[in-house]
Antibody, heavy 117, light 110 residues
Framework: EVQLLEFGGGLVQPGGSLRLSCAAS????????MDWVRQAPGKGLEWVSD????????YYADSVRGRFSISRDNSKNTLYLQMNSLRAEDTAVYYC??????????WGQGTLVTVSS | QSALTQPASVSGSPGQSITISCSGT?????????VSWYQHHPGKAPKAIIH???IRPSGISDRFSGSKSGNRASLTISGLQAEDEADYYC??????????FGGGTKLTVL
């Protein structure tokens, strides 16, 4: 059974940093691209970032490019999202999701990030 | 980047059929078949119900069907059931190696 479990959310001040993790199990993690998708309170889903299976290619939404960095450790079956220079508008539930051809077939339960002073 | 356009809400009675539209451009839906639909019950993980425009993942009821014409994709749910009440999102690959989601549609089963 595919399982994705996000960690690392919490309260952070504007301008601060946070690193999210996503532990994957139930599939060959190193064979799949992975995504981060977020949902701000009362809003819809927003794609944030994608990384290919081997970490050789990464992609970002315009809203986070230059501030967020996606990475993965295939030896630990773990996906990461380093978030710097956080803004109030980054407040959201962050989901990790397995990706196949730019489409997400399995999602985690999400972790809440709140940016506030 | 603007979201794909979906109606904010749709509703139907049990047993009826409803269709949710998703409008994009030639930079996304119109030129790529990487169109997906997701069902999201608030507080739970989103669930993929359609990928590649019209393919249902294993375990998804055949009451769910997807289609595309030009820059517009559609999700049809037939034989509405109470458990279908949820938020539904479309998504598409967009040129420039990004993904764009729709704004979401709240389905109410009357």
């Amino acid at each position: 059974e595919v399982q994705l479990l996000e960690f690392g959310g919490g309260l952070v001040q504007p301008g601060g940093s946070l690193r999210l993790s996503c532990a994957a199990s139930g599939f060959t993690f190193s064979a799949y691209a992975m995504d981060w998708v977020r949902q701000a309170p009362g809003k819809g889903l927003e794609w944030v970032s994608d990384i290919n299976y081997s970490s050789t290619s990464t992609y970002y939404a315009d809203s986070v490019r230059g501030r967020f960095s996606i990475s993965r450790d295939n030896s630990k079956n773990t996906l990461y999202l380093q978030m710097n220079s956080l803004r109030a508008e980054d407040t959201a539930v962050y989901y990790c999701a397995r990706s196949m051809w730019w489409q997400n077939d399995f999602w985690g339960q999400g972790t809440l990030v709140t940016v506030s002073s | 980047q603007s979201a794909l356009t979906q109606p904010a809400s749709v509703s139907g009675s049990p047993g009826q059929s409803i269709t949710i539209s998703c409008s994009g451009t030639s930079s996304d839906i119109g030129n790529y078949n990487y169109v997906s639909w997701y069902q999201h019950h608030p507080g739970k993980a989103p669930k993929a119900i359609i990928h590649d425009v019209s393919i249902r993942p294993s375990g998804i009821s055949d009451r769910f069907s997807g289609s595309k014409s030009g820059n517009r994709a559609s999700l049809t749910i037939s034989g509405l059931q109470a458990e279908d009440e949820a938020d539904y999102y479309c998504s598409s690959y967009k040129s420039g190696d990004t993904v764009i989601f729709g704004g979401g549609t709240k389905l109410t089963v009357l």
